[in-house]
């Protein structure tokens, strides 16, 4: 990896990209599809191919988790355990309907699994490794900003 690059972030973002390929790859064989073969060579043949869909799925990633509510859906779910939408409901100041909205964007971007037969969610990986990535990034933020005032203040006495 290149320097300052988040390792586990990347991973997880690179094993969505082979989830929705080989979904997409098999899609084509099931449905016959003939205008998209090829597409995935042209990934190393064509880099900007992969700048772009690289580009979209981390972008994407980080505006779902970049709203307010649905980082704290986020902080609310955990990989090992699904959460049920009842408890989340419980927890956060979302209706039924708007819940549903705000896990289907998550979902969506690749950030949860919906376990739609037991009205629960989980993380993902890359959710996982993403809200660890913010809250990290927001904690560093924190510390830099409090040791600012720190210093303004101490120059002040």
Known sequence: MSAGCPDQLASAFAQRFRVLARALDRLDQLEGERAFVGWLDQLTEQPHVLQDASEAL?????????????????????????????????????????????????????????????????????????????DTLIRCTLDQVGAWLELVRSTQS
């Open 58 to 134: 981390v972008l994407q990633a980080l505006r779902a988790a970049s709203d307010p509510m649905n980082l704290a859906l986020l902080r609310h779910l955990s990989v090992e355990e699904a959460t049920g939408l009842a408890e989340l409901a419980a927890e956060l100041p979302l209706e039924r309907i708007a819940l549903h909205v705000r896990l289907g964007e998550l979902a969506q971007a690749g950030l949860v699994a919906l376990e739609l037969e037991r009205e629960a969610a989980r993380l993902t990986a890359l959710g996982n490794a993403l809200r660890d990535w913010l």
